[in-house]
Each structure stands twice: as structure tokens, then as C-alpha cells.
């Protein structure tokens, strides 16, 4: 069974699949782990679905390596 990325808790160490989706639940871990100027753009959803990150930590660690 896939992960549920609408309802499942979401932690640095949550392993992105292949059904990843950029729900609410994304959106407030990203928040919590970036900050209030967090958001998402076309190039970095594209990162995250291309297979490069194994998991939520390296997807917040990258967008705030991008943005800082």
C-alpha cells in the first residue's frame, strides 16, 4: 500500500514514491521545515517528481538551499 499524502504524517523521513502529490499535509511540513516564505513553483514540483529526492528532508533542504 502507497503512502497517504493527504492523511498520513509527514516527517523529514517520509520516502517519496511514485504517488507523491503536493497536498495540503506537503504544504504544512514544507511550511513548518522553510518557513512562512515558503512556496511551491513549477521547477521545483518537477525536482521533486523527478526522482532526485528519497525523502521530505531533502525536499525541504534543497528548496531552502534554493531560496536562501
Known amino acids: 500500500m502507497s503512502f497517504?499524502?493527504?492523511?498520513?504524517?509527514?516527517?523529514?523521513?517520509?520516502?517519496?514514491?511514485?504517488?507523491?502529490?503536493?497536498?495540503q499535509k506537503v504544504r504544512q511540513f514544507l511550511l513548518s521545515e522553510c518557513g512562512a516564505a515558503f512556496a511551491f513553483d513549477r521547477a521545483f514540483i518537477a525536482w521533486i517528481k523527478s526522482g532526485t529526492p528519497s525523502n521530505m528532508g531533502e525536499v525541504a533542504d534543497e528548496w531552502l538551499r534554493i531560496h536562501r
Open 4 to 23: 497517504d499524502w493527504h492523511a498520513g504524517p509527514i516527517t523529514r523521513s517520509t520516502p517519496l514514491d511514485k504517488h507523491y502529490r503536493n497536498t
